[in-house]
């Protein structure tokens, strides 16, 4: 299940990196862009992805061996 989470990240991030016009300007907008300068909010998400994804395998191929 996890891998599935994290594949649907992986393809927001992917999402984002080729059409950034696909996202909707956000509540403070000001504020938010400052944040996602130094945040990169895609790059994140993909990281956080692989991330859990990396781990999910590890434990289910702890358990399951």
Same mark, same amino acid.
């Not at 509540?27 to 692989?50: A, G, T």
């Given at each position: $299940?996890? *891998?599935?989470?994290? !594949? @649907?990240? $992986?393809?927001?991030?992917? !999402?984002?990196?080729?059409? *950034? ?9 000001? *504020?938010?862009?400052?944040? @996602? ?5 895609? /790059?994140?998400?993909? /990281? $956080? ?12 191929? !702890? !358990?399951?061996?």
């Amino acid at each position: $299940m996890v *891998q599935y989470i994290s !594949i @649907f990240g $992986m393809a927001i991030a992917g !999402i984002s990196f080729t059409k *950034q016009d696909l996202l909707k300007p956000l509540n403070y907008e000001n *504020q938010w862009k400052n944040y @996602f300068n130094k945040l990169n909010l895609s /790059f994140v998400i993909l /990281f $956080m992805s692989v991330f859990s994804l990396i781990l999910s395998y590890l434990v289910e191929t !702890i !358990i399951l061996y």
